[in-house]
């Protein structure tokens, strides 16, 4: 096996965002751009003699020319073994369950998420360690410094390996392997696990409907083994389960707005199915939805802490929980009840990691869709819809009973994030400069009917490793516990994707059953007032509304 090494020029721009690097594909199809970024990677690592990479990504275009590269760069920069899912394919979730299960030294996990497919659409690329986790910001600070300054990288000259077919490929006598798995099995034996399977397989076979949508990303195989193949759902209570490398034309995000075929079917009026979930391009986000009811991801994460002990894997509790930043705070008021603690992170899940194998929390979550637990370390689509199910089939309850007891009991955090999207990064500055502009002024301010008690940027010092984060969002903090977060997106790839987070308490059951928009009414108007964003922008309206 011989090793070529090849000279290259540095790129300035790979600084990996919230989750890895995130760039179009025409980007990343500059010569030695990936490979570049791959050599960062490696060169950033201590690689042990043995060492075993995992490796696979969301199935996205360029995924399998990816992995045929990273393949032969593990070989020549050391790696004895590479785990490889079968098509070049694992979600995000089983990745992190396959770096745990098999002891990987670590794992490169290729995909853009919830961002746009297609040779026209975005590619991404990450490094997870060997707790499953993404690599934190020591790793990626790191990786970025060794991207400016490289000047070659090295790579194995062997033939293209054949990723479809399970088994293994030796090469050079043994000294490199390639195992190609089917990780479908693993995960689905890691869920059954976790959950109560024959209660869910019960609510299955009682008449409850479920309609799950892989909104044509990763999840379909893993879907149709769980749900279909273990728990005995319909064939057709899936939709879009056949994964294609552009997603179907559309955006893998599971949302109101592009999670739209589901939504109709589940906001049918009586005919609606009970229960309706979606995940995205890589598997481990969730939307959960009821019979003509939506499931804020922060309310969800409220609920599955309040309820865990109704699932197998938590009977004995949990031991804290962790939310986001920007993600409400419904899930406090549940940590508080139960007396265990609550950590507020800057979001990305890579904050989540420390706490976690620390022991110092069990679940965790972020309003943008993500929700797990310490089974991984990653977040988890399938096992969020998977606990709901367990929940359900508990409690004999629908989805908005369940939501309407919590209120009742813990008081409503009402939420909502709007997102405004692509907007030239120039435009997109001068809106938090300004905001930043009036730190000193706005304390104490009256805007309607709140007054602002503080304000400042958020920052987060990692209590198990002592790190600190700065500059995480700013956070505009109302006395009566109100709040408005305004934050850039760091996993967008064309101009600014300016991100405000609305969130008011409502401790009243009268006005439970409100609309969000509607009940938030006066604090987007603040808001919009605190950033002048459509005087700065040209915007008028929100891209995305959560
Ligand atoms: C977004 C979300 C964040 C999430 C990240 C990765 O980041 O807000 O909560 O962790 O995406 O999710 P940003 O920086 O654009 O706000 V995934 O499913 O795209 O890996
Ligand atoms: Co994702």
Same mark, same amino acid.
């Given at each position: 096996?011989?090793?070529?090494?090849?000279?290259?020029?540095?790129?300035t721009?790979?600084?990996?965002?919230?989750? /890895?690097?995130?760039?179009k594909?025409?980007?990343?199809?500059?010569?030695?751009y990936?490979?570049?970024?791959?050599?960062?990677?490696?060169?950033?690592?201590?690689?042990?003699?043995?060492?075993?990479?995992?490796?696979?990504?969301?199935?996205?275009?360029y995924?399998?020319?990816?992995?045929?590269?990273?393949?032969?760069?593990?070989?020549?920069?050391?790696?004895?073994?590479?785990?490889?899912?079968?098509?070049?394919?694992?979600?995000?979730?089983?990745?992190?369950?396959?770096?745990?299960?098999?002891?990987?030294?670590?794992?490169?996990?290729?995909?853009?998420?919830h961002?746009?497919g297609?040779?026209?659409?975005?590619?991404?690329?990450?490094?997870?360690?060997s707790?499953? /986790?993404?690599?934190?910001?020591?790793?990626?600070?790191?990786?970025?410094?060794?991207?400016?300054?490289?000047?070659?990288?090295?790579?194995?000259?062997?033939?293209?390996?054949?990723?479809?077919?399970?088994?293994?490929?030796?090469?050079d006598?043994?000294?490199?392997?390639?195992?190609?798995?089917d990780?479908?099995?693993?995960?689905?034996?890691?869920?059954?696990?976790?959950?109560?399977?024959?209660?869910?397989?019960?609510?299955?076979?009682?008449?409850?409907?479920?309609?799950?949508?892989?909104?044509h990303?990763?999840?379909?195989?893993?879907a149709?083994?769980?749900?279909?193949?273990?728990?005995g759902?319909?064939?057709?209570?899936?939709?879009?389960c056949?994964p294609?490398?552009?997603?179907?034309?559309?955006?893998?995000?599971?949302?109101?707005?592009?999670?739209?075929?589901?939504?109709?079917? %589940?906001?049918?009026?009586?005919?609606?199915?009970?229960?309706?979930?979606?995940?995205?391009?890589?598997?481990?986000?969730?939307?959960?939805?009821?019979k003509?009811?939506?499931?804020?991801?922060?309310d969800?994460?409220?609920?599955?802490?309040?309820?865990a002990?109704?699932?197998?894997?938590?009977?004995n /509790?949990?031991?804290?929980?962790?939310?986001?930043?920007?993600?409400?705070?419904?899930?406090?008021?549940?940590?508080a009840?139960?007396?265990?603690?609550?950590?507020?992170?800057?979001?990305?899940?890579?904050?989540?990691?420390?706490?976690?194998?620390?022991?110092?929390?069990?679940?965790?979550?972020?309003?943008?869709?993500?929700?797990?637990?310490?089974?991984?370390r990653?977040?988890?689509? %399938?096992?969020?819809?998977?606990?709901?199910l367990?929940?359900?089939?508990?409690?004999?309850?629908?989805?908005?009973?369940?939501?309407?007891?919590?209120?009742?009991?813990? /008081? +409503?955090?009402?939420?909502?994030?709007?997102?405004?999207?692509?907007?030239?990064?120039?435009?997109?500055?001068s809106?938090?400069?300004?905001?930043?502009?009036?730190?000193?002024?706005?304390?104490?301010?009256?805007?309607?009917?709140?007054?602002?008690?503080?304000?400042?940027?958020?920052?987060?010092?990692?209590s198990?490793?002592?790190?600190?984060?700065?500059?995480?969002?700013? +956070?505009?903090?109302?006395?009566?516990?109100s709040?408005?977060?305004f934050?850039?997106?760091?996993?967008?790839?064309e101009?600014?994707?300016?991100?405000i987070? %609305?969130?008011?308490?409502?401790?009243?059951?009268?006005?439970?059953?409100?609309?969000?928009?509607?009940?938030?009414?006066?604090?987007?108007?603040?808001a %919009?007032?605190?950033?002048?964003?459509?005087?700065?922008?040209? +915007?008028?309206?929100?891209?995305?509304?959560?």
């Amino acid at each position: 096996m011989q090793t070529i090494t090849t000279k290259t020029q540095a790129f300035t721009d790979q600084k990996p965002g919230t989750s /890895g690097l995130r760039k179009k594909v025409k980007v990343f199809q500059q010569p030695g751009y990936l490979e570049n970024f791959v050599q960062s990677i490696f060169d950033t690592l201590d690689v042990p003699s043995g060492a075993t990479l995992a490796l696979g990504g969301d199935g996205r275009y360029y995924n399998r020319h990816a992995i045929q590269t990273i393949i032969k760069m593990a070989a020549a920069n050391g790696f004895a073994r590479v785990v490889v899912g079968q098509a070049g394919i694992l979600s995000t979730p089983a990745s992190s369950h396959i770096i745990r299960k098999y002891q990987t030294f670590g794992g490169v996990v290729l995909s853009a998420s919830h961002n746009q497919g297609g040779m026209n659409g975005d590619f991404g690329i990450k490094y997870n360690i060997s707790n499953g /986790g993404p690599a934190p910001e020591k790793i990626t600070d790191t990786i970025f410094e060794k991207s400016k300054i490289i000047t070659e990288y090295k790579i194995a000259d062997i033939p293209e390996v054949d990723v479809d077919a399970l088994g293994e490929i030796v090469f050079d006598g043994g000294k490199f392997t390639v195992e190609v798995i089917d990780a479908v099995q693993d995960y689905a034996d890691l869920m059954q696990e976790l959950f109560d399977f024959s209660a869910i397989k019960k609510l299955l076979a009682s008449g409850f409907k479920m309609q799950f949508d892989a909104m044509h990303a990763v999840t379909g195989p893993y879907a149709q083994e769980i749900f279909v193949n273990r728990l005995g759902a319909s064939a057709n209570s899936l939709m879009n389960c056949v994964p294609s490398e552009d997603f179907g034309g559309g955006h893998p995000d599971p949302n109101l707005t592009y999670a739209e075929d589901l939504v109709k079917l %589940l906001f049918a009026g009586e005919k609606s199915p009970d229960f309706g979930a979606a995940s995205d391009g890589d598997g481990d986000r969730n939307m959960i939805l009821g019979k003509n009811f939506f499931v804020t991801p922060s309310d969800s994460l409220a609920v599955l802490a309040a309820n865990a002990t109704l699932v197998p894997a938590y009977k004995n /509790g949990i031991a804290g929980v962790a939310r986001s930043m920007p993600t409400s705070g419904a899930a406090d008021r549940v940590a508080a009840k139960l007396n265990i603690p609550c950590y507020e992170t800057p979001t990305g899940w890579k904050f989540f990691g420390n706490l976690m194998d620390a022991g110092k929390v069990t679940l965790c979550g972020e309003e943008s869709f993500g929700t797990s637990s310490s089974h991984v370390r990653e977040k988890d689509g %399938l096992w969020a819809v998977l606990f709901w199910l367990n929940i359900i089939a508990a409690k004999q309850m629908s989805v908005e009973a369940i939501l309407m007891a919590h209120w009742a009991e813990f /008081g +409503r955090n009402v939420y909502s994030r709007h997102d405004y999207e692509a907007i030239p990064t120039e435009a997109a500055n001068s809106v938090i400069a300004h905001i930043k502009g009036q730190f000193s002024s706005l304390p104490n301010q009256k805007l309607g009917s709140y007054t602002v008690k503080t304000c400042d940027d958020f920052s987060y010092h990692d209590s198990i490793d002592g790190s600190i984060s700065n500059n995480q969002g700013i +956070r505009i903090l109302f006395t009566d516990g109100s709040r408005i977060v305004f934050r850039l997106s760091g996993t967008g790839t064309e101009g600014a994707t300016i991100r405000i987070y %609305l969130e008011a308490y409502d401790p009243d059951t009268k006005n439970h059953h409100l609309d969000a928009q509607v009940a938030l009414a006066e604090m987007i108007k603040i808001a %919009l007032q605190i950033s002048q964003l459509v005087e700065k922008t040209g +915007r008028v309206a929100p891209t995305v509304i959560t």
